[in-house]
């Protein structure tokens, strides 16, 4: 028993210790709610699917990668997509670019969402 009291305080603290630097060695952990967007969409430059590859997307012009056929709309839509317009758009894409062929009817809840656009910004 006193053993037990003594080792086990020992192991959490051991283990909180290492958690940032195991976190700082990872890439940033996709969050649940971005699963939805693989199926159409990877994270690799360059890499288009069904959708344009979300590497880099952050600072990046809307329907600008030069490899992927995007719609009309989104092409005119002027959108630099940043923290602000991809919360919009992940909101209802519909609405945010009638016209758009990004068939997602959006996230709505407002945590969820935020949590899909921070990770979106470390895609760099
Ligand atoms: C069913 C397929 C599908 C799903 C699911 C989907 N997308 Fe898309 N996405 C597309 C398509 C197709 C386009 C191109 C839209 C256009 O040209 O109008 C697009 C475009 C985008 C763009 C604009 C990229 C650029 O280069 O301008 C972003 C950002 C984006 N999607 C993010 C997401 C995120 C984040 C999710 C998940 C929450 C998601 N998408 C889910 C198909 C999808």
Not at 35 to 50: G, I
């Amino acid at each position: 028993m006193r053993l037990i009291r003594r080792v086990v305080p020992l192991a959490c603290a051991g283990l909180l210790a290492g958690l940032p630097a195991a976190l700082a060695a990872e890439p940033a952990p996709r969050p649940a709610a971005f699963s939805a967007c693989l199926a159409c969409h990877t994270t690799e430059p360059a890499k288009n699917t069904f959708g344009p590859s979300l590497f880099g997307v952050a600072g990046r012009k809307a329907a600008s990668l030069p490899n992927y056929t995007y719609s009309k709309a989104l092409q005119a839509s002027g959108i630099t997509w940043d923290a602000a317009s991809l919360d919009q758009w992940l909101t209802s894409p519909q609405k945010k670019v009638p016209g758009t062929k990004m068939p997602f009817p959006g996230i709505p809840d407002a945590a969820r969402r935020k949590q899909v656009v921070d990770y979106l910004l470390t895609l760099q």
